[in-house]
């Protein structure tokens, strides 16, 4: 099974030339470090950076250059700052190609939850509920199941949603999944895991057609 860093490997290849992108809080932070050779994208987080690089080495990070989580960035050459209304204005403006973020779940149909679980704290709604209605293209990068071993990739979310039907792609530490108007269809699975695992660690039900091609994580 894949590391939190493969997920976002195989993530980046889903990248093309030239697009802008927005990174969700968890696993999609790493995205950035992994941009595949001869690809320029740009970055942009909603508390107002475009243009940002990789996770800065120990010992070089500024307080001041953080992403929408909090983490210290570093910024690229002809990176720009702006206020938090310019940069939901990109958004709600859909001048971002893609988004990728963290879940909680997602359902059969493309509904997401990643913004609270009733009764616990968690890190709040942030840029998430703006991002899933203005994204025509959204990537959820997520562990498969949970820490008790139960599917996260439902037929109906139980947790408050997010978005509705929004969601076009799951990658996980077992499969990469594509969301279709039939359901959830099995693209690729992680090196090592059989379809069957993926099937029986899966709660939605999965369109399985042909052979099932290992991920190639670079």
């Excluded at 059969?108 to 840029?127: C, L, R, S, T, Y």
Aim: hydrophobic share 45%.
């Amino acid at each position: 099974m894949l590391t939190k860093e493969d997920i976002a490997k195989r993530i980046a290849q889903e990248l093309q030339d030239g697009f802008y992108v927005n990174l969700g809080i968890g696993i999609p932070t790493l995205v950035a470090n992994y941009i595949p050779e001869g690809i320029n994208v740009e970055f942009q987080s909603e508390n107002g950076v475009l243009g940002m690089g990789p996770f800065p080495f120990e010992g070089e990070e500024d307080a001041d250059l953080i992403n929408a989580g909090k983490q210290t960035i570093t910024t690229l050459p002809g990176a720009v700052f702006f206020d938090s209304a310019l940069s939901f204005g990109m958004i709600r403006g859909k001048h971002v190609d893609l988004t990728i973020l963290g879940a909680m779940e997602v359902a059969e149909n493309g509904d997401i939850a990643n913004w609270k679980i009733p009764g616990k704290m968690v890190k709040g709604m942030g840029g998430a509920m703006d991002l899933v209605a203005s994204a025509e293209n959204i990537i959820v990068a997520m562990m498969h199941v949970n820490k008790e071993g139960e599917s996260k990739i439902l037929k109906k979310c139980s947790l408050p949603l997010t978005g509705v039907g929004c969601v076009k792609k799951i990658v996980t530490e077992l499969a990469v999944m594509e969301i279709t108007p039939r359901g959830i269809k099995l693209l690729e699975r992680a090196p090592g895991v059989t379809v069957e695992h993926i099937i029986a660690s899966t709660e939605a039900e999965l369109i399985i057609e042909g052979d099932i091609p290992e991920m190639v994580i670079e």
